[in-house]
């Protein structure tokens, strides 16, 4: 059967767990990944591959929507800290995205499913935030069906503490008193592979099953790494400072959403099974960097 999905950023954290969801559930798809390492990943998973970037190459991913009905994009430039790329979270967030929709105006796609984050639409002043709701707003205009999923926060985009944990540190920046419940990668493809099967339409905010203040969470990632929890006062200007190195031009924008996502409650609706703890003890501390 040929593939009537396309998965844009089919090997991110939260992607390659789409691409087993549809895997399961024989939905034949194809790929996007602008790196011969993200094809390794995602070939267990589908034959139908294709290796492009639409932020350094626009023009190669002409075509790519042909022949597909439904776009999933868990495409965007890396929250993490201790990732580096050089694009910007406009080129790749917003403009990356925008130029799939253009080709998928073009070849008529149906339906668009789009992981955007829970603060897009509320908050301008961070980039993160900023870009996803520009692209947002070209889905909207496109008149395509849609569904924008805002995720509070995924347990992979946790990692970090759990690296810094690794260096000895677990930060909690103000009184740690903020709430979220944060949601796994795995029950978040869960959610979208529902949004897909019953072609849900609108907004939503994700959370997952369980609710915790971030000094919590950070006392789970003791538990399980040991390390110094260390409070960070909110009212320190340049959080970034007290971190452990990191590498990424875009720092600045990084560090300040971490601090204001840390310090305000992120709430999202309640799904999946997955607990922090139990995500906590499947990471094999070896393959943190
Ligand atoms: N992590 C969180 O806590 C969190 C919370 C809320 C919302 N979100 C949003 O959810 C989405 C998925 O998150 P994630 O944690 O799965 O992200 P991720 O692991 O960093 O994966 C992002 C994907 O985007 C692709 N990508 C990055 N830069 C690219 C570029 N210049 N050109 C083309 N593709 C590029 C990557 O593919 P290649 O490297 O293979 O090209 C990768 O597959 C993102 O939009 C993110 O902002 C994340």
Not at 25 to 45: C, H, M, N, W
Not at 90 to 99: K, R
Not at 110 to 120: D, L
Not at 155 to 177: C, H, Q, T, W, Y
């Amino acid at each position: 059967m040929s593939s009537k999905v396309l998965l844009l950023g089919g090997s991110g954290s939260l992607g390659l767990e789409i691409a087993k969801c549809l895997k399961r559930v024989l939905i034949p798809f194809r790929a996007q990944t602008s790196s011969f390492d993200g094809a390794e990943k995602l070939q267990p998973y589908t034959p139908d591959i294709w290796i492009v970037d639409p932020v350094t190459n626009p023009e190669k991913i002409q075509g790519i929507t042909e022949g597909i009905t439904t776009v999933i994009s868990g495409m965007g430039k890396s929250v993490s800290l201790f990732t580096n790329s050089p694009d910007t979270f406009n080129e790749v967030d917003h403009i990356g995205n925008a130029e799939v929709l253009l080709d998928a105006l073009k070849n008529k796609v149906s339906y668009y499913i789009y992981i955007s984050i829970k603060e897009a639409g509320d908050n301008d002043d961070y980039a993160i935030p900023k870009n996803h709701k520009k692209f947002e707003k070209k889905l909207e205009e496109s008149g395509i069906p849609h569904c924008i999923l805002r995720p509070v926060g995924l347990f992979s985009g946790l990692n970090d503490l759990a690296i810094m944990a690794k260096r000895n540190m677990i930060p909690v920046i103000g009184d740690g008193e903020a709430k979220t419940n944060s949601i796994s990668q795995t029950d978040m493809a869960e959610v979208v592979l529902n949004t897909l099967k019953n072609r849900i339409t609108g907004i939503r905010i994700i959370g997952g099953p369980e609710i915790h203040s971030r000094y919590e969470m950070a006392l789970m990632i003791q538990e399980r790494f040991g390390a110094k929890i260390v409070k960070i006062p909110s009212t320190i200007a340049n959080v970034g400072a007290f971190l452990p190195q990191f590498f990424d031009k875009n720092l600045h924008d990084k560090v300040g959403f971490f601090k204001y996502i840390t310090t305000h409650d992120m709430i999202g609706e309640k799904h999946g099974v997955i607990t922090f703890r139990q995500y906590l003890n499947s990471i094999d501390e070896n393959e943190l960097p």
